[in-house]
């Protein structure tokens, strides 16, 4: 019995998705997936300090 009342509402919502129009800011869009300088998957912080390995190696010579 139900099943009219969400069919509507999946027709309505598909119909402003299809028709409407939206206004995009193309300028935050492009910083936000636009190259940027600092890669996400480099550390940065990684010449600053010594590793710990590297400790324990030189006071076991």
Known sequence: ???GRQKAKHTKIA????YDTYNVNY???EKELGHHEDDPY???WADQYDDEDE???AARV
């Open 15 to 18: 119909r402003e998705l299809k």
């Open 27 to 29: 300028s935050a869009l």
């Open 55 to 57: 400790d324990e190696d």
């Open 42 to 44: 480099v550390d940065k």
């Open 1 to 3: 019995m139900g099943r």
